[in-house]
């Protein structure tokens, strides 16, 4: 079993609707979480941050950290055909001196206009 | 533009030889990190150095190795290679070993024929 797992898609809307995406994890010693959007054969690109439970918002994108479920999701409201992208969740324990991301495999999510 | 850069970006070579992947993090970044990305195994950890020492280790194969020299770029060296290597290695780079800014270069995509 994975340490992260993640629904690959791929994932097709309309534009403009909210899109839902989503992690779950095992490894309870996770404490930072961050989605990354890559682009086809780009570099992945930060998107949002986490540190430890809680919801963070940065414009149309809102994140969200369960520990208790081990559960992350990433909302899109109104969504745009450039959000046409591959969503990378990672996560990463506190380790001294150190960081070790551990990614999802990756949702494909395409925005038709 | 992330700031990192990455060369070659593409790469085609035989099973048996060895390559160099060179990295230059973001002006201001003391760590680097390495990561491959697979169809099959997804984006993974291989290693991270912070100002010249290594700090973390993930599956990296014996046949991998890695450094960063004293001006901060760093390379990956990949040797005896094998079909499975073909994938597209990344190198991201932060201001501190615990940075959870991790920024991306765009790849170098390596063949291997």
């Known amino acids: 079993q994975k340490e992260v797992e993640q629904d690959p898609g791929p994932l097709s809307v309309p534009e403009g609707a909210i899109v839902s995406l989503n992690c779950t994890y095992s490894n309870s010693a996770f404490q930072y979480f961050m989605w990354y959007r890559q682009y086809s054969r780009k570099g992945p690109e930060l998107l949002m941050y986490t540190y430890s439970s809680g919801n963070k918002e940065d414009g149309r994108f809102t994140a969200q950290v369960d520990k208790s479920s081990k559960y992350i999701s990433l909302f899109i409201r109104d969504s745009q055909p450039s959000d046409s992208a591959t969503y990378l969740c990672a996560m990463s324990p506190i380790i001294q001196g150190a960081q070790k991301l551990v990614f999802g495999q990756g949702t494909r999510l395409t925005i038709n206009p | 533009d992330s700031g990192v850069t990455q060369t070659p970006k593409h790469l085609i070579t035989a099973t048996g030889q060895r390559v160099t992947l060179r990295c230059s993090p973001r002006?201001?970044?003391?760590?680097v990190y390495w990561y491959q990305q697979s169809l099959d195994q997804g984006l993974q950890f291989l290693i991270q150095?912070?100002?010249?020492?290594?700090?973390a280790k993930g599956n990296i194969l014996e046949r991998f190795s890695a450094q960063q020299f004293p001006d901060l770029h760093s390379e990956l060296n990949l040797s005896s290679l094998e079909l499975g290597d073909s994938a597209l290695y990344f190198c991201?780079?932060?201001?501190?070993?615990?940075?959870?800014?991790?920024?991306f270069g765009e790849g170098s995509w390596l063949t291997v024929v």
């Open positions: 991201a780079s932060s201001v501190i070993p615990l940075g959870n800014t991790i920024y």
């Open positions: 150095y912070y100002n010249g020492e290594e700090r």
């Open positions: 002006s201001g970044d003391l760590s």
